[in-house]
Structure formats: structure tokens, C-alpha cells
């Protein structure tokens, strides 16, 4: 059983259509992550939601928008895509502790290429 | 803010030998740090995780030491092998509300 779950792992698309990339995780945890990996390989989390609400929201475009319909499952809506949107995306799953973060659990990404 | 650097960005070694990551962080006001590996093409797999009051986290052949103070921590990697080849990552956790600073990741090959 996969711990952290995303679909589809590969999405072509054109400029200016609208995506989605689903998310769900099997552990129980109560705080799910968007990640969002460029072409150096560097990660920077984009969004982080605790027991469904949103707690960061780190300056990303609003044509990105998360939905969790419930603990276990946190999608990403892409509107109106762009070139640059082209990146690996990534879901991942933690027990957060108050206000830090504990151990992450990462599912195996979803490679977005916007042409 | 938080900047976390891995030093070398590439590392080959040959089979069998021992080995240090390297994971730099400059705000030593961390709450734990997290080490990864990451396959080509997949996500990234948790290795280890130091709270901040630890010194070392072992598992296998990994050991993972933290010293806060001086804002380094190293990932030891006895008698490699080949399948020890990926990237691997650190990640601090130095509060502000679960938000978590990667590396920039050291990618490790083992040469048979």
C-alpha cells in the first residue's frame, strides 16, 4: 500500500489550460504539503494544509489552488497554465506537531510539462 | 531566513569506501533535520530525522549526527554500494509554522 499517493505522475498540457493533480495519503497524518521542484532539483513548498485549512500559502500565483475535501486528500488545481509552471510537483504528508513540522512523508511526484 | 546548503553538489566514490554528506544550515534555532534520498524520476524517501536535542540518529548503515551550534550536520554512509546512487537531501525544520528549508541536494554515485 502506498503511504503518499498523487495522479496522474506525468501531465502534458498546452499554455493556458487548467489542471489538476490529486493527492491522498493512507497514514492518518493531519497536515498535507504541496512541494514544487524546478529544473536545479531545488524544493520549495508551495502549500500546507492542517486538519483541511490552509496554513501557508508561501507567495505562490492565485491561479494555484489547493482543495482538501478531507484530511487524507489534497489536490492542486492549476489554472491558466504557463511555461514556467513546467516543474516536478510534489504531495506530502507529516504528524504536525504544533507549529513544526515532524517527520514528512513524500509521495512520488507528478512531472508537469506545460508546452 | 533560513538557508540550507549541501556541500560537494556531486560526489563519485568507489564501491565499498565510507563516506560523508554534508548539510550546512544558518540559523542554528532549528526544532529537528530530516535526511533524504531521492531516485531519478521518483520521490524522495526519509532516511533519518534528528530532533534538536540529538546528537546522532543511526539506521543500518547510515548515521546522521547534528550539531546546532555550529549549523552542520553530516550523513555517514558506511561500506557504500552501488545502490546507495541517488541525490541526497537535508531538510531543516526551524519552526514558523510547519515550513520546512531543503538543501540543494548531493548527488552521490557508487561505482562498482
Known amino acids: 500500500d502506498t503511504a503518499v499517493s498523487q495522479t496522474p505522475k506525468y501531465l502534458v498540457t498546452q499554455m493556458g489550460n487548467d489542471k489538476s493533480i490529486k493527492c491522498e495519503q493512507n497514514l492518518g497524518h493531519d497536515t498535507m504539503y504541496w512541494y514544487k521542484q524546478d529544473s536545479k532539483k531545488f524544493l520549495k513548498i508551495m502549500f500546507s494544509?492542517?486538519?483541511?485549512?490552509?496554513?501557508i500559502n508561501e507567495t505562490v500565483p492565485n491561479r494555484f489552488s489547493p482543495k482538501s475535501p478531507d484530511k487524507a486528500h489534497l489536490n492542486l488545481h492549476i489554472n491558466s497554465l504557463e511555461l514556467g509552471d513546467s516543474a516536478v510537483y510534489f504531495c506530502?504528508?507529516?504528524?504536525?506537531?504544533?507549529?513544526?513540522?515532524?517527520?514528512?512523508?513524500f509521495g512520488e511526484g507528478s512531472r508537469l510539462t506545460v508546452l | 531566513k533560513q538557508e540550507v546548503t549541501q556541500i560537494p553538489a556531486a560526489l563519485s566514490v568507489p564501491e565499498g569506501e565510507n563516506l560523508v554528506l554534508n548539510c550546512s544550515f544558518t540559523d542554528s534555532a532549528i526544532y529537528n533535520l530530516q535526511w533524504f534520498r531521492q531516485d531519478p524520476g521518483k520521490g524522495l524517501t526519509s532516511l533519518l530525522l534528528i530532533q534538536s536535542s540529538q546528537r546522532e540518529q543511526t539506521s543500518g548503515r547510515l548515521n546522521a549526527s547534528l550539531d546546532k551550534s555550529s549549523g552542520r550536520s553530516t550523513l555517514y554512509i558506511a561500506a557504500s554500494q552501488p545502490g546507495d546512487s541517488a541525490t541526497y537531501l537535508c531538510a531543516v525544520d526551524s519552526g514558523g509554522y510547519q515550513k520546512v528549508t531543503f538543501g540543494t541536494g548531493t548527488k552521490l554515485q557508487v561505482i562498482p
Open positions: 506530502a504528508s507529516s504528524r504536525g506537531q504544533g507549529a513544526h513540522t515532524g517527520e514528512l512523508f
Open positions: 494544509y492542517n486538519n483541511k485549512e490552509l496554513i
